[in-house]
């Protein structure tokens, strides 16, 4: 594996661990704004206490991703965020008035009435910020960022403003969702709340799957290369098995309440996702015309982008470490 | 706080018309894309809102802070 390669797998690698973890950080914020039933507020509770020691925490792997992008792959950065600006800036306001609004719910002194309007801005924006992403994603992969002479002068909709990019959006909230539930099942303190996320994991699950096939048979006509890939390449069978093996086992595991298993399941289908994404696009990393090879930065930039990146998760991984093991380990109070 | 923000305008401005200096001009540097003023103008706004908000709450934790003490 060449530095391009590896730069490249680093920016994989921060987009899976965004996934699971600031994912289900966004998938919090629509349980939030969902819940209901006789134990409303202990639902809502219960997502506070999970979120609030790593939801800027779980920020770093997007910072992370973006930067290599930008410092690895100039050319595939300036494409993607001339021709995505829109949904981009969409997804950080999003991630921006949800970060703050769960910090003035918490931290303000206001009364009550506010403080259930900065829930509901905390709730929709959780909503917002996973939809875009998914539509940033969707875009790349309906390979329309076509760059000429390193321009891409395709106006700021033509790339994403199509029912391909919107059905990933949306198959990404319900997957975020459907990840929130499976980990909040498992840290739930009660029986009955506990039973209130698997209730919500193995709905939302099913309407991800239910979305997946949807995104599948859009991208016929929304993304062509994607739906090539899938059928053309030796991948698709083991990952298709494997994402079925997974599937089944996390059902399974929900449905006989084993939620230690369930939540490792659930993330285990949403890394399958994200690599089958990954592989579909593979060589390229913006389709059509800017691959690994041709959009990777002087092999100077290279290196220290690798230095950097050792030394950083030297500093990261630790710390990101010890912070889940203090707040996510079992026999908390 | 004022020393910090005249500094930053003066490296800025004074690097002017360079955005990298000598190596880029600013104006190479710009995207070909229109419409900018609209991002740059919500950007503006939300932030301003934001600290809007920001400045309220500390006002409401001040008054708090000092009714505490008041009233002890």
């Known amino acids: ?333 | 706080m004022i020393a910090l923000q005249a500094g930053w305008i003066v490296t800025e401005v004074g690097r002017q018309p360079w955005i990298i200096y000598e190596v880029m001009r600013t104006a190479d540097s710009l995207t070909p894309m229109p419409g900018l003023t609209y991002s740059l103008a919500a950007v503006c706004a939300l932030y301003l809102f934001l600290a809007f908000v920001v400045v309220r709450l500390m006002l409401n934790e001040f008054r708090a802070s000092g009714d505490a003490e008041g009233g002890r």
């Open chain 1, 1 to 333: 594996m060449d530095l391009a390669h590896g730069a490249a797998a680093a920016i994989l690698a921060s987009l899976i661990a965004y996934a699971l973890l600031g994912g289900a950080d966004f998938g919090g914020g629509v349980w939030d704004l969902l819940a209901s039933g006789p134990r409303k507020s202990a639902q809502r509770k219960l997502i506070a206490k999970a979120i609030g020691p790593v939801w800027e925490a779980n920020h770093v792997w997007l910072i992370v991703a973006i930067v290599v992008l930008f410092t690895a792959f100039p050319p595939a950065f300036a494409a993607v965020s001339t021709a995505l600006h829109i949904p981009l800036a969409l997804m950080l306001v999003g991630v921006v008035l949800r970060g703050a609004s769960f910090s003035f719910r918490s931290y303000g002194r206001t009364d009550a009435a506010e403080q259930a309007r900065w829930g509901r801005v905390f709730g929709a924006a959780s909503v917002v910020a996973p939809i875009f992403l998914g539509v940033v994603l969707g875009g790349v992969t309906a390979g329309r960022i076509s760059v000429t002479d390193g321009v891409y002068a395709g106006g700021f909709f033509a790339a994403w403003l199509a029912p391909f990019p919107f059905a990933v959006g949306l198959f990404a909230l319900a997957l975020f969702s459907y990840l929130a539930a499976a980990y909040l099942a498992w840290e739930a303190d009660g029986p009955e709340l506990a039973d209130d996320f698997r209730r919500r994991a193995l709905v939302s699950g099913a309407v991800a799957m239910i979305l997946s096939a949807a995104v599948y048979f859009l991208s016929y006509s929304g993304a062509p290369r994607f739906s090539r890939a899938f059928e053309g390449s030796p991948f698709t069978l083991p990952l298709q098995l494997a994402a079925a093996a997974a599937l089944l086992s996390a059902f399974g595991a929900l449905w006989f309440r084993r939620y230690a298993e369930a939540r490792y399941l659930a993330a285990a289908q949403t890394v399958i996702f994200i690599l089958g994404w990954a592989a579909s696009i593979y060589p390229a990393i913006i389709p059509p015309d800017l691959l690994i090879t041709n959009a990777a930065a002087p092999v100077a930039t290279l290196r220290l982008v690798a230095v950097a990146l050792a030394a950083g998760s030297l500093v990261l991984v630790p710390s990101l470490v010890f912070l889940f093991r203090v707040f996510k380990s079992e026999g908390l109070d």
